[in-house]
Antibody, heavy 122, light 107 residues
Framework: EVQLVESGGGLVKPGESLRLSCTVS????????MNWVRQAPGKGLEWVSF????????YYAESVKGRFTISRDNAKNSLYLQMSGLRVEDTGVYYC???????????????WGQGILVTVSS | DIQMTQSPSSLSASVGDRVTITCRAS??????LAWFQQRPGKAPKSLIY???SLQSGVPSRFSGSGSGTDFTLTISSLQPEDFATYFC?????????FGGGSKVEIK
């Protein structure tokens, strides 16, 4: 069974940093591209970042470029999102999502984690 | 960036009704369009990919159609568990973008 479990969320002040993790099981992690997607309270979905299986290709939304860093450790079946310079508008639930690999260079998101809440407030 | 516009933003329907939600892309995206269902407090769940392909395990009452800029999600006979918010997403070009959502409520 495919499972994705996020951790590392919490309450931080503006300007502070936080590192999210997504631990996966049930599939060969290194073979799949991965994404982070976020959702502000009561709002829609916003794609945040993408990483290829070998970390060769990495993309960011303009809203987080230069502040967030996506990475992965295939030996630990884990995806990360290092967030620095956090802003109030970064508040929301963060999801990791698997790329289905049905198409290159990227595809639809077929499995999602349950999400983790990040709150940025003074 | 490609803008995705969904309509309606909300609708009221009864169990057994046929429901249609539309999604329009600001430029052509071929069939690189996915639909997700999100129940309150839960993660999005993939329903359809490539505009019309049903994700494994998704009931056949869900269907998708369209290509280019105009797409449709149809629920043929609404069930109690289908009351949720539905999002479309394009994955033709980075950055990947989502529609604003369509909330299906009980009439």
């Amino acid at each position: 069974e495919v499972q994705l479990v996020e951790s590392g969320g919490g309450l931080v002040k503006p300007g502070e940093s936080l590192r999210l993790s997504c631990t996966v099981s049930g599939f060969i992690f290194s073979s799949y591209r991965m994404n982070w997607v976020r959702q502000a309270p009561g709002k829609g979905l916003e794609w945040v970042s993408f990483i290829s299986g070998r970390s060769n290709d990495i993309y960011y939304a303009e809203s987080v470029k230069g502040r967030f860093t996506i990475s992965r450790d295939n030996a630990k079946n884990s995806l990360y999102l290092q967030m620095s310079g956090l802003r109030v508008e970064d508040t929301g639930v963060y999801y990791c999502a698997r790329d289905s690999f049905r198409r290159n260079p990227w595809s639809d998101f077929d499995y999602w984690g349950q999400g983790i809440l990040v709150t940025v407030s003074s | 960036d490609i803008q995705m516009t969904q309509s309606p933003s909300s609708l009221s329907a009864s169990v057994g009704d046929r429901v249609t939600i539309t999604c329009r892309a600001s430029q052509g995206i071929s069939n690189y369009l996915a639909w997700f269902q999100q129940r309150p407090g839960k993660a999005p769940k993939s329903l359809i990919y490539a505009a019309s392909s049903l994700q494994s395990g998704v009931p056949s009452r869900f269907s998708g159609s369209g290509s280019g800029t105009d797409f449709t999600l149809t629920i043929s006979s609404l069930q109690p568990e289908d009351f949720a918010t539905y999002f479309c997403q394009q994955y033709s070009n980075y950055p990947f973008t989502f529609g604003g959502g369509s909330k299906v409520e009980i009439k």
